[in-house]
């Protein structure tokens, strides 16, 4: 089971008493698909075991699917199936803190892995706004889901970042909300003449 496509393997366990000329999977959004959809797929003729492979899917959609096996008197199917496509991970941006003129702290908690594992987490910031992964100011802090925690270093004094949580499966990329936040700046101080 991907994003995109899965796998089914069926069994005709039976020919009810005439051959089985045409054997498969038909597939749906909806409950109790049939052979009249175009979602199916044909697997060779007779009783035995075969593998479907499904293609064309959705990302993060619930499908219903059924194994058919056709003779001369009609089309039988087997019991029904469901499953859901993977999809991008869920996850949130940790407000930040601990600012200084050149360092402060964020991170992010992943609440769902989209069905395949989170195989980088982090943060990533910019001066301009929805940073990626593309950019090098990012972070890897791990991998899986929960919560973690980024320290973004050799920031700008008295400068405005936006940052994003992002996590990374093997579907894609999905980002938390960006937070913004301005580095601190030098104190400024003057000098009296003494007279």
């Known amino acids: 089971l991907t994003a995109i496509s899965a ?9 009810g008493g005439d051959s089985v000329i045409v054997r498969g999977v038909c597939w749906s959004t909806s409950t109790k698909p049939t052979v ?8 060779g003729a007779g009783k035995g075991s075969f593998n479907a492979d499904l293609s064309g899917l959705v990302t993060g959609t619930t499908y219903y699917a059924r ?6 008197y009609g089309t039988a199917y087997s019991s029904e199936i469901s499953f859901t496509t993977q999809n ?12 200084t003129t050149i360092t402060a702290t964020s991170g ?9 594992l989170v195989i980088s987490r ?9 940073p990626t992964i593309d950019l090098i100011t990012k972070t890897n802090d791990g991998i899986g889901i929960g919560t973690f925690t980024s320290t973004l270093v050799n920031l700008q004094i008295n400068t405005s970042y936006y940052v994003r949580a992002y996590a990374t499966n093997s579907v894609g990329t999905s980002y938390g909300a960006q937070q913004t936040f301005t580095t601190n700046g030098y104190a400024t101080v003057t000098t009296n ?3």
């Open 88 to 99: 991008l991970p869920t996850l949130t941006t940790i407000a930040v803190s601990n600012i």
């Open 108 to 116: 992010g908690t992943i609440s769902t892995d989209g069905g395949s």
């Open 36 to 43: 009249a959809l175009t979602t199916k797929t044909t697997n």
């Open 67 to 72: 194994t058919y096996a056709t003779n001369a």
């Open 7 to 15: 796998t089914i393997t069926g069994t005709v366990t039976a020919d």
């Open 193 to 195: 003449l003494v007279s």
């Open 122 to 130: 982090g943060i990533c910031w910019s001066t301009t706004q929805n």
